[in-house]
């Protein structure tokens, strides 16, 4: 018994040591990047908290905190994000500091005076980007033609030129008119449908249309006014040849918008494989 005794007391320092070891600051570290690459974002986001906590001035785990809030889409932490990169002024020294926070804002699509200000303090090309990226992730459309005609020779550097080569094919865009759509349609039934490429619809509009008002003209070729039929199929006419040219005004709209989300989609797709 003595001798157990013995033994487990000369085993206590032995695990006070290894105790001390895990959580020295390289193992906290080492278990937080595991826990940031295998997207464990929360439990990541506590250690680097736990490593922040006890040395303040870490600047490669202050930027790896706020990545992790990012990557986590923990956007109410954005207010605390920006005051532990801005400490000291280190986000105005540091374009990576400043650069995180504009990710995270894209990410959160939430843009405050800090986003321009913090802008200002980066290289042209990076600003271009950030700018352009902005006017996507907010969907100002009018600002991309706005920012287009003003940066007609800008000439940015791989991933970035696919960003403008996208913007300036969006602001290049011949939409479709509605108007035109109506006029087609209310002259040939089913034709504004085919403006946009919808054939199938465009053939269906102008069968229902032709046969219903074929059958009403032979009904009342046959019975005169008093034909049931006459009105019946020549009131089904009128309400495919109504449907027809309002269709035509939807499917219009409908084809402007896709082409839109089509280009959102592939500038959102360039924006978020830069970070």
Avoid at 66 to 89: F, P, W
Wanted: net charge positive.
């Amino acid at each position: 018994m003595t001798r157990l005794i013995s033994i487990l007391l000369s085993l206590c320092p032995l695990l006070v040591l290894a105790q001390e070891d895990l959580m020295s600051y390289d193992n906290i570290l080492k278990f937080a990047r595991y826990l940031k690459s295998s997207q464990q974002y929360e439990f990541a986001s506590q250690e680097y908290e736990r490593i922040h906590y006890l040395l303040p001035k870490d600047t490669a785990v202050i930027k790896e905190l706020v990545q992790t809030y990012r990557l986590g889409h923990k956007c109410h932490k954005m207010d605390k994000s920006y005051e532990i990169l801005a400490e000291n002024n280190r986000i105005f020294e540091h374009h990576d500091f400043s650069a995180e926070y504009l990710k995270f804002s894209l990410t959160c699509n939430d843009f405050s005076d800090k986003y321009n200000l913090l802008l200002s303090q980066l290289p042209d090309h990076d600003k271009s980007f950030y700018e352009l990226s902005k006017l996507w992730v907010s969907k100002d459309y009018n600002g991309l033609q706005l920012w287009t005609s003003q940066h007609k020779d800008i000439n940015l550097s791989y991933p970035y030129d696919e960003l403008v080569t996208v913007t300036k094919d969006f602001t290049h865009i011949k939409y479709k008119s509605p108007g035109l759509a109506v006029l087609m349609s209310a002259v040939l039934p089913g034709s504004g449908k085919a403006y946009v490429n919808r054939w199938g619809d465009a053939l269906m509009s102008f069968l229902f249309v032709a046969t219903n008002a074929y059958a009403s003209y032979r009904a009342f070729s046959k019975k005169g006014i008093q034909s049931a039929n006459g009105w019946i199929f020549g009131g089904l006419a009128v309400s495919f040849y109504t449907a027809n040219v309002w269709g035509s005004h939807r499917a219009v709209k409908k084809y402007n918008q896709k082409l839109r989300i089509q280009y959102q989609k592939n500038a959102e797709t360039i924006i978020y494989s830069t970070f």
